[in-house]
């Protein structure tokens, strides 16, 4: 043989072959051909799919982390909200839709008094920033959106009714930080939530809490 070059094929995802063209084919058995290649020195798709089980896994942590932190009464609805997304997209949209609507009706009834109701969701919200990941899941969103629809005055009212524990601080740290909140409210919080939000962020902030802190949010001084 010369040498030369005859074709190129891309492993994709365990699934399918893509080659120049229209030339993809799907795999009977990916997983087979992963450890040919594997037995052969290739072994980088072996590599990508042992990352991959293990970014799913501590995804799956993370959802149940966030399952198990549902406040009493809420948390089979959790759960359904949580399901991850399925290969049909449009089936699994329509569940995860109906999954937050069940949700949001069951939370006034479950909390009908406003105050203890915003508490118990923005210790709830707070989970999410204490995560290793970063950054919001779309049932991190689902709590965010429920507290977003409260009165603000009475999410104010709801922190200052007595102190917040430390989990609920966390939940308004995400909650004053998102653009839904800041575009309508601004980032100036009221005394004395405004001082006692910067002290959790300086002594017991995540990165993420204190960048914001460190850029004008919550009220703070803006710093370089």
Known sequence: MSGELLACWTLHHQTGLSGIGDCDADLRDGPALTAWLAER????????????????????????????????GL??????VSLPPRRDQQTWSGRLRDAKDRLAALVPHRYPDGIERIRVLLAWAGTASREPT??????????????????????????AARPPD??????????FSSLEW????????????RSTLIRHIQADGTDAMRFRLRHGYYGAERSV
């Not at 799913?56 to 399952?67: C, D, F, K, M």
């Not at 507290?147 to 603000?152: A, F, I, N, S, T």
């Not at 430390?166 to 909650?175: F, N, R, S, T, V």
């Open 41 to 72: 020195g290739l072994t980088r798709s072996r590599e990508v799919q042992s990352a991959l089980a293990d970014q799913e896994a501590e995804e799956e942590r993370r959802r149940l982390r966030w399952v198990q932190a549902a406040p009493a």
């Open 182 to 193: 800041t575009g309508a409210h601004g980032m100036q919080l009221p005394e004395p939530l």
């Open 134 to 159: 970063g950054g919001l899941k779309w049932y991190d969103s689902a709590i965010q959106q429920q507290l977003l629809g409260e009165d603000p005055d009475l999410i104010l009212a709801a922190l």
């Open 75 to 80: 948390r089979d609805a959790a759960e359904a």
């Open 166 to 175: 430390p989990a609920q601080l966390d939940g308004a740290a995400e909650l």
